[in-house]
């Protein structure tokens, strides 16, 4: 198994940071939040990717500052193999407000196209919420979900960066909170797919979600089956077992804090060898 964790843990930490942390304690992958001062839009606004403040009637701030050092040239010299998870706050490609569909397909876009830039083979993106309960408004968010995302695929295989679409927690508002519905959206996109192993816990049967073909990597996380709490592996009810981690050959540990994915690595290990 290939090995890596998610920059939420290091949320706020420069790029450079993040890529020395992660060397260092001998992960071969990292996954980039793309939110905050890691937007793509920020990082590519040249080719150092250096935020230049648009309203020249106000001072830098502090956050304006940090997004000057957010430098992706610093990608060049490090051996890490990389994913991108793509902007979704306030995004939603299966809104029923075009414009906000719109817009989600065009920040998808242009993390496919910092993906380029800086060498990532996969970004991760979400299908999108739903907020009424009728099944033909749920029927038609599929619809527009698919639509956005295959223009968004569309742009993935021009470029040749992997897209890849995340199943989210079984709850009614969000698309793909099932193993069909995951299924039915991805092969509907042409996309690859992304399991999140917590998210699936919440579904009465989460070792569905490993029929679903063209699985890109996994997302390792853990929780009690009934919240997407994202704990630490081992301290849920996820199975985290040697059977399980072998159908795992790229995982990312997703967690709030650094401390938990070293904690979380260590458990993969022990899990792999038996301890």
């Avoid at 060049?76 to 193999?81: K, N, R, V």
């Amino acid at each position: 198994m290939k090995l890596g964790f998610s920059s939420l843990s290091l949320f706020m930490k420069s790029l450079e940071e993040m890529l020395d942390i992660a060397t260092k304690d001998n992960f071969e992958l990292l996954e980039i939040l793309c939110e905050g001062p890691y937007w793509p839009r920020n990082l590519l606004k040249n080719d150092k990717g250096i935020f230049k403040n648009s309203n020249n009637n106000r001072s830098f701030s502090e956050y304006d500052k940090f997004l000057n050092n957010m430098d992706i040239e610093v990608f060049d010299s490090y051996d890490i193999e990389l994913m991108l998870h793509s902007p979704t706050i306030d995004l939603n490609p299966a809104s029923m407000n075009e414009g906000i569909r719109k817009e989600t397909s065009i920040q998808t876009i242009e993390a496919l196209d910092l993906a380029v830039k800086i060498g990532a083979k996969a970004i991760t993106t979400h299908p999108g919420v739903v907020h009424r309960k009728e099944e033909r408004i749920r029927n038609l968010a599929i619809d527009f979900s698919v639509e956005t995302l295959k223009n968004c695929q569309k742009h993935a295989e021009e470029v040749g960066v992997i897209l890849s679409v995340e199943n989210m927690p079984y709850r009614e508002n969000y698309l793909c909170n099932s193993p069909e519905e995951h299924k039915k959206i991805v092969e509907a996109v042409g996309s690859s797919a992304t399991i999140d192993w917590g998210h699936a816990n919440t579904y009465k049967n989460p070792e569905e979600y490993l029929k679903i073909s063209n699985i890109a990597y996994f997302h390792l996380n853990d929780n009690n089956g009934e919240k997407d709490s994202h704990i630490s592996l081992g301290e849920g009810s996820a199975d985290f077992s040697k059977n399980f981690l072998n159908h795992v050959k790229k995982g990312i540990i997703e967690l709030n804090d650094y401390g938990d994915v070293l904690k979380s690595k260590k458990y993969i290990f022990e899990k792999l060898n038996g301890f």
